[in-house]
Every structure is written in structure tokens, then in C-alpha cells.
């Protein structure tokens, strides 16, 4: 939910700060100097007749009251040419990136695998459990302490799903920038980085930065929350890499969208947060199983279906658009919730599944790195699997 609160506070004073402090410097404006002008003219004094017969004749200006504040700039239409081919290829790159990823997480998985058969059966081998029993007692109070701590975390992490494990990380990232966003030394570099405005000088990196940032805690948990709702499902659909791809390829998108909307309506404003990519995970989610049960946490009585609440929050998003409400950044949330109902239908087809060719090239590239024979030793990996076929 791209809110504006502080951050639309503090871009209408960097958009309307200009004149203002140009009227302070020794330059004065073509307002000011009118009025400097005015005065000027009233405190001459010429003793001459004619002079005074000529001033008699002459329309004073008209006297008016305290003068307002001087008119906005107006600021430059951007041009959206490079936000445009910046986010084609953001695209392109975090699916060609998440399909190399899944051809090396299978063909870990096998090493690994394999590493570990020799390793049990080296262990069972040579020790039993009279020596891991001496080996605990040698250790101190803290020591144990320690270790139970480990076993503890360890044993949480595995009782997660993996799409939860890849939310966990998600939100690590947008905790941290959060944390950032409190350092009053990094206020110009978070405001010109981590928000997006198609009016900004710097209009291509904040369009994925801005996805994971997030200036009030109670935006980011609601984002957060709804993220890691719906992590498992997505992630059992499409598998972590399609899903990861998915994700960044949304928060792209749907700030591209929110850029073309701004510079059609001439609303320049800057936006944060990373509810397009995670509109675009609950589209995904709710096209591909429209009759899931969904329901309110405060309001756990009430039950309603997939489908219904993805029409319930497009038609919102779309209101919103059309009659210019401008608390959240309702293009963003279209741009994300089309995107992910698109690649559900059509997407996966037309990319994920050709895949293949950049894998093979990938694994003949990585062969001939290794010699000519296959990396860890283990089998031949085609990056198959971890998502829907």
C-alpha cells in the first residue's frame, strides 16, 4: 500500500522549496522586483514642474494587499522511455536469474544428498554413542546452554513451509530498510532511493527499492502479513525461484504502471511500499484457487471466497483511481493484481516453461568451467520441477 503520509508532506516541499529559496538569495525574482520597483518609484522626489505635472498625469499602480505566495514551478513532464526498458529488462533478468537459481538448488540437493549417505555411513562406521556421550559431558553448562539454543531455531526453521522461509527473508530485508528510514542521516538518501516519482531525477532504481520500503510500521506489517498469508500456497504453485521472480518482477511493474498514471493525470508525488508485488501474489493465489476460504484476523466469523475478495479489491483500487483518492497508490495495486492474474493464465506459458535453452546453455557453460565433467559429480540437471508443468 504505496501511503503518502510523511513522505508526500516532505515531496511538496521539495517540489515548491525552489522559488521560495531563490527568493531569499541576492537575485531577486520578477515578482519581488516589481515590487521593489513600486516602492522605488514612491520615495522619488523631482523638483521639477514638469515633472511633477507629468507624475500628476500618470496612474499610480494600484494598491494592493500583502502580496500571496509566488506560483508553483511547474515541473517537467518526465518521459518514460527508460522507467519503460528498465523494467522490461528487471524482468527478463529475474527469470532468466531464477531459473539459473533452481538448476543450481536441484543440483545441490543431489551432492548433498549423496554427501550426506557417505557421511552417515562414516560416522556409524567408526563411533558409537559412547563417544558423542563423553563428548557432551566435556562440555560447559554454557556450552549446552548454547547448543539446546541452536537445536531450538534449527528445529523452528524446519517446521516452516518453504514459502515461509522465503517470506522470512522478505521481510528481513523490509524490517531493515525500515530501520533505515529512522537514521535522520540517510532521510535525503531513502527519499531519493527507496521512493518512486516519475518526476525524480533518479526515476529506475527507486522502481524496485521502493518495493521493499516502507515508512510506517503498521504498513509494513499489513504488507508483511499478507505476504506471508498467502507464501505457502504461491510457493507450492510456482516454487521458490518462479515465486521470487514473480515478486521482484511485480514490484517493477507495478510502479511502472503507477508512473504512467502519474504523468497522464499530472500527479507527481512519490510513493513507497510493496504492495504491488504483493497484490500481485494474492491475484496469483486467488485466480488459481478461486474458491479458497479466506477470512478477516479481527473478524474471524466472517468467511469469503478467493474470487470474491480479488473482485472486492480490484473494484476499490479501481474507484479509487477513477475518483483520484489519493491515500494509497491504487495504480500500483491494479499494475500488481493484473500482472499476477496475467501470469497465472498466460505467463507461465509463455516464459517459465521455455526455460530450457537458457538452462542447457548454463550447464554447458558450467561444464566447460569444470573440464568437461558435470559439477559436484553429480547427475545431469535439466531444471525441471518446483513448479506447475
Known amino acids: 500500500m504505496a501511503c503518502r503520509g510523511f513522505i508526500t508532506r516532505w515531496g511538496k516541499t521539495e517540489f ?13 525574482n520578477p515578482y519581488q522586483q516589481q515590487r521593489s520597483g513600486f516602492r522605488r518609484e514612491a520615495k522619488r522626489t523631482d523638483t521639477k514642474k514638469g515633472n511633477v505635472n507629468q ?14 505566495p509566488p506560483p508553483p514551478r511547474k515541473v517537467k513532464q518526465p ?6 526498458m528498465f523494467t522490461v529488462g528487471f524482468a527478463g533478468c529475474s527469470f532468466g536469474g531464477a531459473a539459473i537459481l533452481q538448476y543450481e538448488t536441484l543440483k545441490a540437493r543431489v551432492q548433498i544428498a549423496k554427501d550426506g549417505e557417505e557421511l552417515e555411513k562414516l560416522v556409524m562406521g567408526s563411533q558409537d554413542m559412547a563417544y558423542w556421550h563423553d563428548w557432551w559431558n566435556q562440555l560447559s553448562s554454557f556450552q549446552r546452554q ?6 531450538m531455531v534449527d528445529d523452528f526453521w524446519r517446521s516452516l513451509t518453504e514459502g515461509q522461509r522465503t517470506a522470512t527473508g ?21 527519499i531519493k532511493y527507496f521512493t518512486s516519482n516519475p518526476a525524480s531525477k533518479t526515476q529506475c532504481l527507486p522502481m524496485i527499492l521502493s518495493s521493499f520500503s516502507h515508512y510506517s ?8 502479513y499478507v505476504l506471508w498469508t498467502f507464501s505457502s500456497g504461491i510457493v507450492s504453485l510456482l516454487g521458490k525461484e518462479q515465486f521470487l521472480a514473480v515478486y521482484l518482477s511485480a514490484g517493477v511493474i507495478s510502479t511502472m504502471v503507477s508512473y504512467a498514471c502519474k504523468t ?9 511500499g510493496a504492495s504491488g508485488a504483493v497484490m500481485a501474489v494474492l491475484a496469483a493465489v486467488c485466480t488459481k484457487v478461486p474458491e479458497a476460504k479466506l477470512g478477516i484476523i479481527f473478524l474471524p466469523m466472517v468467511t469469503f471466497t478467493a474470487g470474491n475478495a480479488l473482485k472486492a479489491l480490484v473494484a476499490i483500487d479501481t474507484a479509487g483511481l477513477i475518483l483520484g483518492w489519493r491515500l494509497f497508490d491504487h495504480a500500483a495495486h491494479l499494475g500488481g493484481a493484473l500482472f499476477g492474474v496475467w501470469y497465472v493464465a498466460y505467463g507461465h506459458k509463455l516464459i517459465w516453461r521455455r526455460r530450457e535453452p537458457l538452462v542447457k546453455l548454463w550447464h554447458e557453460l558450467r561444464s566447460k568451467g569444470g573440464k568437461g565433467s558435470r559439477p559436484g559429480g553429480g547427475p545431469e540437471v535439466r531444471g525441471g520441477g518446483g513448479g506447475q508443468k
Do not use: D
Open 16 to 28: 515548491y522549496r525552489s522559488p521560495i529559496t531563490f527568493s531569499r538569495c541576492s537575485r531577486l
Open 55 to 68: 507624475q500628476q498625469t500618470k496612474t499610480s499602480p494600484p494598491e494592493a494587499g500583502p502580496p500571496g
Open 79 to 84: 518521459r518514460l522511455f527508460r522507467p519503460l
Open 146 to 151: 548454547l547448543l539446546l539454543l541452536v537445536s
Open 170 to 190: 522478505i521481510i528481513a530485508i523490509n524490517a531493515a530498510v525500515l530501520c533505515c528510514w529512522r537514521i535522520p542521516a540517510m532521510q535525503r538518501t531513502m
Open 217 to 224: 510500521i503498521i504498513h509494513m506489517v499489513a504488507n508483511m
Open 264 to 272: 497522464a493525470t499530472g500527479r507527481f508525488y512519490p510513493s513507497l
